[in-house]
């Protein structure tokens, strides 16, 4: 087992043309430096889709997607990592050097293949017996034509039927050269415990398989046609290597498409509930599988949307459903819309009776704002009692507090409170109290996990604990910041500079007690000035995208020296050429002349050769950060990257004599600074609350006050620095 090594990989970074590649799937048009084309991951007339060469990135400004060559192949084809490097390396035919994987890899490696191949080996097995068997035809595909379900549907979610025998299923694996530990690991059959011999754990069953996103049968669910209400009705794969239930979601292979055409995902219940869903024409569907909503299925389908409508049935249960689930979704930054079906229906038999446009339509004329239908269900329970109205209002102001989008959260405020007839500042001040508890509670969890993180097994367990003479104890690692939504825009600000400029020389600053002088690049510097004031990123993800581009500057410093000697030979021969002409075009005009053009020359090459190593600087980080195999470091790396950032005053002020590029060595301190203001405003504002608590002493106040008068006198230094551009703390 082998893996794509690091040399390869920034060959097919390094290869891959955005323009090229794009092209493959979007008909691009030139406009001013880069191209731009209709966005191919959502519905458009207008082109917003826009690619820039020298760049090397793509963005849609309505939809927002987009990224490097790499994560461009990602989100349309719905690749991973791994196969989206693969298929830009089939594209410019860059042979694949592997490199060999740690024992501990290659063994989870192993485990994980061979639970794909068992499965993709049993699931050719339930789809053969359920149309080549009488018991397969007879008792699993009649039930499947009883419930309505075409053979258009049958072969899409290639749905099949496990023979009613012992350990037929085992037996054949074992003669298909499966090992005892790949056909139990995957779970196609177990061994009891205490017995000889595997038991096969789907016999009797019609067979809905669970396809990981890019199509591999990773998990099977196997419903009981028997009426004995001992024999459990559903049984499922058990987790292993390659299936965790936590964060797959059943269709997702097949709602994929249908998914980003429609940007908009379907959430329902059941396997039959999507079939018929896909059935009737609305292919944007899938299910948690009866299981709860989790973090990890959201976040699958994130990747496609942010629009949810969640369909329960219309009774208590269903409700609660609902009103469970969604508090999850909401502090995903998803826009969540529930629908409640007739009286009696759950979307297949809804599905199965009704046209795919009154299907649609319905959909389209009974999905509710979570919020609102939220508000009328509570109200509705509460009635006039003013004890349950409080909790209603109070159940309410905590799903909003979830949100993390503030201009979205303050408009739910101001339309709740006019639909709950309530004061709108109450509801705000709510909201705000929820909001800090959520932030106090994270960071002490957050906290904890570190400090775990930080700890040996036996450092772990306090009855095995030792410690060596002369030792040092280990410290509780500093808490993080409940204070990160109010830091993200100053820190994201950090974050676009770290993105576009990580590598850029930047300033000048004294390295020794002689006073001299080190060019240090924006990241360099960035770190300098954190670690000098103990400051941590408070938001994980730019903490993330911050420790990444700080590891590649010793890989920069070696890639530069490459790029000096490639500058030095192009500069070179562009020389020696350029020579040539002038001797041939000036030789008549005299020695002043060819001296004169001679010297044009070499001015016209040194701009070049320095231009062309100031781009390799600015690009550098940029181009890995991108293309990075961390989902967190991608992610928001591409939207920083290819972000229409609106710049300040301070910025376009003197747009007209120099470039952004240019006055890094202003803008970095200046948004290194912002970060301090604020984070000192924060500061300043939780001692100001410790300070009116009746609990404190007068000792502990007297303190307070101290420290508060020289904090604030740091402040006037920074407010004064910054000027016009001094932020605020959001309260």
């Known amino acids: 087992m082998k893996r794509i090594d690091r040399a390869t990989v920034q060959r097919i970074l390094d290869t891959a043309d955005i323009v090229d590649v794009v092209s493959d799937f979007v008909k691009l048009k030139r406009r001013g430096s880069g191209y731009i084309g209709l966005c191919p991951f959502h519905n458009e007339r207008t082109p917003s889709f826009s690619v820039s060469k020298t760049r090397n990135i793509c963005k849609c400004f309505s939809c927002g997607q987009g990224g490097s060559p790499v994560n461009f192949i990602m989100l349309h084809e719905q690749m991973t990592y791994n196969e989206a490097l693969r298929y830009l390396a089939r594209k410019y035919n860059i042979e694949i050097k592997e490199e060999e994987l740690t024992d501990e890899e290659r063994r989870a490696a192993d485990e994980r293949e061979g639970v794909f191949a068992a499965n993709e080996w049993a699931l050719g097995k339930f789809t053969e017996w359920m149309s080549t068997t009488d018991e ?4 699993g595909l009649a039930y499947f034509r009883e419930r309505g379900i075409n053979d258009e549907m049958i072969a899409r979610f290639r749905l099949g039927y496990a023979l009613d025998s012992r350990d037929l299923m085992s037996q054949e694996a074992l003669k298909a050269g499966f090992s005892v530990e790949q056909i139990t690991a995957s779970g196609i059959a177990y061994q009891p415990e205490g017995a000889t011999g595997l038991r096969d754990r789907f016999r009797g069953r019609v067979i809905y398989p669970v396809f ?33 239930k936590s964060r797959e979601l059943y269709g997702l292979y097949q709602a994929k498409k249908g998914i980003v055409a429609r940007d908009k ?5 059941g396997y039959m509930d999507v079939i018929s869903m896909h059935q009737s024409g609305v292919d944007n569907v899938v299910a948690s599988s009866g299981t709860s909503l989790t973090y990890g299925q959201i976040r699958l389908i994130h990747r496609f949307t942010e629009n949810v409508t969640v369909i329960y049935d219309a009774d208590a249960a269903g409700i609660k459903a609902a009103l469970r689930s969604v508090d999850m979704l909401l502090s995903e930054g998803m826009k969540i819309k529930i629908l409640l079906l007739p009286p009696g229906e759950d979307p297949d038999s809804y599905a199965q009776s009704h046209t795919s446009a009154e299907v649609e339509q319905y959909i389209a004329d009974n999905e509710t704002d979570f919020i609102r239908f939220k508000t009328r269900i509570l109200l509705a329970d509460a009635g006039d009692d003013p004890i349950a109205r409080s909790r209603v209002i109070s159940d309410i102001a905590r799903s909003i507090s979830v949100i993390p989008d503030e201009i979205l959260r303050t408009s739910y405020i101001t339309d709740c409170a006019r639909s709950l007839a309530f004061d709108e500042k109450v509801l705000s001040l709510q909201v705000a109290k929820f909001r800090a508890e959520k932030a106090g509670s994270d960071a002490e969890a957050e906290a904890r996990e570190r400090a775990r993180a930080t700890l ?25 910041s409940p204070h990160a939504a109010e830091l993200r825009a100053v820190e994201l600000e ?6 576009r400029y990580a590598m850029v020389p930047c300033i000048a600053v004294e390295i020794d007690e002689q006073c001299n002088i080190e060019m240090k690049s924006v990241v360099e510097y960035i770190n300098l000035e954190l670690e000098s004031d103990n400051i941590t990123l408070a938001n994980s993800d730019i903490r993330n995208l911050f420790t990444a581009a ?7 410093r070696e890639a530069r020296l490459n790029a000096e000697v490639e500058a030095e030979a192009r500069a070179a021969a562009s020389l020696a050429a350029g020579r040539e002409e002038i001797m041939t075009r000036h030789s008549a005009e005299g020695i002043a002349a060819i001296e004169r053009a001679e010297k044009e020359l070499s001015e016209r090459v ?37 972000d229409r950032h609106q710049l300040s005053k301070i910025h376009t002020k003197y747009a007209h004599v120099e470039t952004e590029r240019e006055r ?3 803008l970095v301190p200046r948004a290194v600074y912002e970060l301090k203001y604020t984070l000192l405003e924060l500061q300043l504002r939780d001692m100001a609350r410790r300070l009116a608590d009746p609990a404190a002493t007068p000792s502990a106040q007297m303190e307070l006050m101290q420290q508060m008068q020289q904090l604030s006198e740091v402040r006037k230094t920074l407010a004064v620095y910054l000027g016009e551009r001094t932020l605020s703390a959001r309260r």
Do not use: W
Request: contains cysteine; glycine residues 4%.
């Open 664 to 666: 890094l060595k202003t």
């Open 136 to 139: 397969g035809r007879n008792v």
């Open 212 to 244: 990981t996103i890019s199509g591999k049968p990773v998990a099977f669910g196997g419903r009981t046609l028997r009426t004995d209400k001992k024999i459990a009705k559903y049984v499922n794969s058990p987790e292993n290597k390659a299936y965790s």
């Open 550 to 556: 700080l590891d590649l500057v010793a890989d920069h």
């Open 494 to 499: 950090l974050a676009r500079y770290v993105v």
């Open 606 to 642: 040194e701009a070049e050769r320095m231009d062309a190593l100031d781009r390799f600087d600015s690009q550098y980080a940029e181009h890995i950060l991108t293309s990075s195999p961390d989902d967190s470091v991608r992610t928001l790396a591409n939207d920083l990257a290819a």
């Open 265 to 269: 995902c379907i959430l329902v219940e």
């Open 456 to 480: 040996t097994p036996t450092q772990q367990d306090p009855a095995t604990q030792t410690v060596a003479p002369g030792a040092a104890s280990v410290a509780d690692p500093e808490p993080p």
